[in-house]
């Protein structure tokens, strides 16, 4: 179940670390956000510990005012990542104001034992 966050400008994940073994239990990792604006575009992409691209969740993701995505922990190929930490990178583009804002948050993929 994603949180919401008051914070506006705002990425929230959760739960974190989550643990994408088709247990039920926290196997997804929701990606919420919040803004002062709803003209902003998102590129959501994930990246491995060493920095490479593993997979784009957005590409020009229209967001509204607040939302979430969700990563089930799969790469672009479709296989579940390795135990870890991965950092969520989001671009957030306003064509109407041309303002910019970043975020980057750490998600550990874990395993339940």
Avoid: C
């Avoid at 919401?4 to 990606?31: K, Q």
């Avoid at 784009?56 to 993701?61: N, Q, W």
């Avoid at 930490?85 to 550990?108: L, M, P, R």
Wanted: no cysteine; hydrophobic share 30%; net charge negative.
């Amino acid at each position: 179940e994603p949180e919401t966050s008051n914070e506006v400008n705002s990425l929230r994940l959760g739960p974190n670390p989550f643990s994408p073994d088709g247990d039920g239990h926290e196997d997804h990792l929701f990606i919420s956000y919040s803004f002062d604006d709803p003209n902003y575009m998102l590129r959501v992409r994930i990246f491995d510990r060493h920095g490479r691209h593993i997979r784009t969740l957005a590409d020009s993701h229209h967001a509204g005012f607040e939302g979430s995505l969700t990563w089930d922990g799969r790469n672009a190929g479709g296989v579940t990542g390795r135990i870890g930490i991965y950092i969520v990178h989001i671009e957030a583009f306003n064509s109407s104001t041309g303002d910019k804002k970043q975020f980057k948050e750490v998600a550990v993929l874990a395993r339940q034992f």
